[in-house]
């Protein structure tokens, strides 16, 4: 059965960064879009980033253009999430999703059981 | 303010059907597609509707889903205790460019 795993997650001071992974089973992981979206505590859903398969094309949220940068390694099914200059806003649980997409038309129909990112001094 | 509106909360008893609905825009809901997704108390989100109305394999027929105009509906019969959980929608934004949630419900089985 599909399986997202992320790590990664955990203390960071504001300005800091961290790279967050997410290891794929289960499913042919080359062949499908991925995504982050995050959660802060007690907050809904926010989409943050797309990679399409090849990882050729990326498609960010405004509210982290210039900060955070999906990518990913096919060979090793795995996706990443490089987040920097982090704020305390950026506190939440970050998912990582496998993405269908087709015309205007997107879901995420696996999702990981979530990092918790904390950013405090 | 998220860009989708859903009622912060409904409740209703074991059994019975409730509606929950999701209010967009021509830019997302009006002309691109709805999906639903439950998340369980302490839990990672779960895909319910896709397509505005079809199932992934595994979600009871309890669950539906419909659009009209720039509105989404989720819909869920005979409610279980098991139901109680956080419902959201969303759709891809052709204006911001970007997948959009809304805040997300409440559903308390009374």
């Known amino acids: 059965q599909v399986q997202l795993v992320e790590s990664g997650g955990g203390l960071v001071k504001p300005g800091g960064s961290l790279r967050l992974s997410c290891t794929a089973s289960?499913?042919?992981?080359?062949?499908?879009?991925m995504s982050w979206i995050r959660q802060a505590p007690g907050r809904g859903l926010e989409w943050l980033s797309y990679i399409t398969s090849s990882g050729s094309t990326i498609h960010d949220a405004d509210s982290v253009k210039g900060r955070f940068t999906i990518s990913r390694d096919n060979a090793k099914n795995s996706l990443y999430l490089q987040m920097n200059s982090l704020r305390a806003e950026d506190t939440a649980v970050y998912y990582c999703?496998?993405?269908?997409?087709?015309?205007?038309?997107?879901?995420?129909?696996?999702w990981g059981q979530g990092t918790l990112v904390t950013v405090s001094s | 303010q998220s860009v989708l509106t859903q009622p912060p909360s409904v409740s209703a008893a074991p059994g019975q059907k409730v509606a929950i609905s999701c209010s967009g825009s021509?830019?997302?809901?009006?002309?691109?597609?709805v999906s639903w997704y439950q998340q369980l108390p302490g839990t990672a989100p779960k895909l319910l509707i896709f397509d505005n109305n079809k199932r992934p394999s595994g979600i009871p027929d309890r669950f539906s889903g419909s659009k009209s105009g720039t509105s989404g509906t989720l819909g869920i019969t005979g409610l279980q205790t098991g139901d109680e959980a956080d419902y959201y929608c969303g759709a891809w934004d052709s204006s911001l460019s970007a997948v959009v949630f809304g805040g997300g419900t409440k559903l308390t089985i009374l």
């Open positions: 021509s830019s997302n809901i009006g002309n691109n597609y």
């Open positions: 289960g499913f042919i992981f080359s062949d499908y879009y």
């Open positions: 999703a496998r993405t269908s997409t087709w015309y205007s038309n997107t879901w995420f129909d696996s």
